[in-house]
DNA sequence: ACCCAGGGTGACG
DNA sequence: CGTCACCATGGG
């Protein structure tokens, strides 16, 4: 991997298994916003990062962010997770053959590291939701309460601060969509608002910042691993939605329905990057829609 | 019309 | 500890 600030923009090279397209749009962050792509660019997207609005776009060779100061690269770095070694992630994954199964169609995939509060908020939006949906509300709420931002030529709007959404009504968040979510968003933004340390919880081990998670109002087990995941550092942390139930069942358990209890342990039997590992069971899952039939049953047993 | 979506809460055993 | 109705909303 390599890295350089050239002509205003962080120019990444060498970068084995990463695919800006499939990391932006899996739906483990809400903010990615395809764009128009220039000649020789695979894919393109506005995003905001670290409070930067920035366009992203991938070549044949290279990752590159623009705009990029030459004392802003450490964000985007930290942000794509690029100084961790994903070739020795995916080999893990390789040599597990039930889970190798999900490589082919997954393989590129990465944990960006979002800010805490934005996970949080995003993913108690995304309590029994769909991801398209949950990105409208989400950009609903950056242009309601957030800063208004420019890069390139595009408009976008930072995810709000704590404050500014603890100042919003429960009327205008159910507004822009939120449902019955919008008491459990203004709960949140006001505890840290009211000065609550999301990044405490960083350094904890994962049961306590799970559990000190669990304490805020319209966050279950599911919605806390998933910001554990996503922007607390926690790659252990291992989410399990309804893809991710199907995936397990059909991948670690014959079909037959086992307890989230005893997917964590096959989860922990992944090891410390279980988490990581997660993403790429759960892209897999939702590229083939498993556990749906697409037109005729095709099954194998009489018919 | 019904079912589903990166589920959680509160009530009730 | 487990189960279960209910919760807003839009798309298939």
Redesign the pocket.
């Known amino acids: 991997m390599i890295c350089e600030v050239k002509q205003g923009s962080l120019v990444v090279r060498e970068l084995s298994r990463f695919d800006l397209a499939k990391c932006a749009t899996?739906?483990?962050a809400f903010r990615w916003a395809e764009c128009e792509r220039k000649p020789g660019e695979l894919c393109a997207f506005t995003c905001v990062i670290r409070g930067r609005a920035v366009r992203a776009s991938q070549t044949e060779d290279a990752l590159i962010v623009y705009p990029c100061a030459e004392d802003e690269a450490h964000k985007y770095i930290d942000y794509f997770d690029l100084e961790r070694d994903y070739g020795m992630i995916e080999q893990l994954i390789a040599a597990d053959p039930r889970l190798a199964v999900c490589l082919p169609g997954a393989e590129g995939i990465r944990v960006f590291n979002q800010e805490p509060f934005e996970a949080l908020i995003s993913?108690i939006i995304?309590?029994?939701?769909?991801?398209?949906?949950?990105s409208g509300i989400v950009e609903r709420l950056c242009r309601l309460a957030g800063k208004a931002l420019e890069a390139g030529g595009h408009e976008l709007y930072a995810f709000p601060s704590p404050q500014a959404i603890a100042a919003l009504s429960e009327r205008q968040l159910?507004e822009i969509?939120a449902?019955?979510r919008a008491p459990?968003i203004l709960h949140s933004a006001q505890r840290i608002a009211e000065g609550y340390d999301l990044e405490a919880l960083r350094d904890m081990p994962l049961e306590a910042a799970r559990k000190e998670l669990?304490s805020?109002?319209?966050?279950?087990?599911?919605?806390?691993d998933?910001i554990l995941l996503?922007s607390l550092g926690h790659t252990d942390a291992f989410?399990?939605?309804?893809?991710?139930d199907r995936a397990m069942n059909e991948l670690f358990f014959g079909s037959v329905p086992a307890?989230k209890?005893e997917m964590k342990q096959a989860a922990a039997g992944m090891g410390r990057y279980s988490g990581i590992i997660?993403?790429y069971i759960?892209y897999h899952a939702?590229a083939v829609q498993l556990g749906k039939a697409p037109h005729a049953a095709q099954d194998g047993s009489a018919g």
């Open positions: 899996c739906g483990q993913f995304s309590a029994n939701n769909n991801i398209k949906r949950i159910k969509g449902g019955y459990y669990l805020f109002k319209g966050v279950g087990p599911k919605v806390a998933c996503f989410p399990i939605d309804v893809w991710i307890k209890s997660q993403q759960f939702r």
